[in-house]
């Protein structure tokens, strides 16, 4: 699955190679996203785009009703929008947040709760917010791994079986080197982001990159057909 952000790339964790990446569009400008092209592999599959909100977006009575606006006018198909907040913005407004969160949630785009354990209370905003798909955990934690922070590790370790546990998809932020994606494999991360698999790209990168993946996975299988052959 190709999965655009705004700080880098989101890979499988188990797969250290370069992967498809995107520029990040706010939420205001989201429905302009047609002339700029919605991201496509080469097959014609849409990628899926993350886009950040904040505690202003999710304070907004008309950010609902904008969101499927946007959807339904580019016919882009909800599971291929991911709408991300930072764990400290929910704390502005729990219940209205929590309320705005489930209403999105039945547009059917997918929900990331950025930056976890950075917040005031990461474990009653896991409870509460748990209609969310994806936790993130701050890349201050993954930093650590790379010097044998023990501390750290065990944070990362925690928040990776308490979100698995508790049906999250977990990504790990801020990977910058081969070491800390390394530590979190044998840690059960599923994703990773950083500038250990690329950095920020723009638009027209994104499509080729997309279509670049493509053709390297169209030849792997080509070459495994032909072997078994």
């Not at 188990?14 to 002339?35: F, M, N, V």
């Not at 701050?138 to 308490?162: P, Q």
Request: charged share 25%; aromatic share 4%.
């Amino acid at each position: 699955m190709a999965v655009i952000e705004r700080s880098s790339l989101i890979a499988l964790v188990t797969t250290p190679t370069r992967l498809p990446l995107a520029c990040s569009h706010e939420i205001e400008p989201c429905g302009t996203t047609h002339s700029v092209g919605w991201p496509v592999t080469s097959d014609g599959v849409a990628a899926t785009v993350t886009v950040n909100l904040s505690a202003k977006h999710l304070a907004d009575p008309g950010l609902v009703a904008l969101v499927s606006t946007v959807l339904e006018d580019h016919d882009i198909a909800p599971a291929r929008l991911c709408l991300e907040v930072t764990e400290s913005d929910l704390v502005y407004d729990r219940e209205g947040s929590a309320s705005t969160m489930r209403r999105l949630k039945q547009l059917g785009v997918r929900l990331a709760i950025d930056d976890f354990g950075t917040g005031y209370a990461s474990l009653d905003y896991v409870r509460r917010f748990s209609m969310a798909d994806v936790l993130k955990i701050d890349a201050t934690f993954v930093r650590g791994l790379s010097h044998d922070r023990h501390e750290d590790r065990a944070i990362v370790s925690a928040a990776i079986v308490l979100g698995r546990t508790l049906g999250f998809e977990i990504i790990a932020e801020g990977v910058e080197d081969e070491r800390q994606r390394r530590i979190l494999v044998d840690l059960g991360c599923d994703k990773a982001q950083g500038y250990l698999f690329s950095g920020a790209i723009t638009g027209p990168e994104v499509a080729a990159r997309l279509g670049a993946d493509d053709c390297d996975r169209n030849d792997r299988a080509a070459a495994a057909d032909h072997n078994t052959s």
